[in-house]
């Protein structure tokens, strides 16, 4: 943003038609100054924050950091409003299906009861 770029959302009329055809967003609201140079709140689409693994990251070291993160998010969220939407209840519903987390994570989420 500081050098020129800029934020596109779908005009308003839009938001509505592609949330009801794409399940996995979900309204968004980026406040003022959430980037460098935004002054004003855009309204746009968009998903819940993530992480990446690869396969092959061992479980275990998975499902301690997937429940260090979730057992910290008021924490995350006081440093970031878009962390607060970074929560394992989010992460269980934007997930297609379990079998598409990583074990570690599916495992977490299967304890505190978010997915079967």
């Known amino acids: 943003m500081q050098e020129g770029g800029c934020f596109i959302p ?12 794409h399940s996995y967003l979900h309204d968004l609201i980026l406040l003022a100054n959430s980037y460098p140079g935004q002054a004003e709140a855009i309204r746009s689409v968009g998903s819940w924050s993530f992480l990446l693994a690869r396969p092959t990251l061992d479980e275990e070291v998975a499902y301690k950091l997937t429940r260090a993160l979730h057992q910290n998010e008021e924490i995350f969220a006081e440093q970031s409003f878009q962390a607060c939407q970074s929560t394992a209840a989010n992460t269980a519903t934007a997930a ?16 505190i009861g978010l997915i079967d």
Do not use: D, M
Request: neutral net charge; aromatic residues 14%; without cysteine.
């Open 10 to 21: 779908p005009a308003y009329e839009y938001i509505e038609r592609i949330l009801a055809k």
């Open 96 to 111: 297609y299906s379990p079998e598409l987390l990583h074990p570690g994570t599916r495992r977490y989420l299967q304890e």
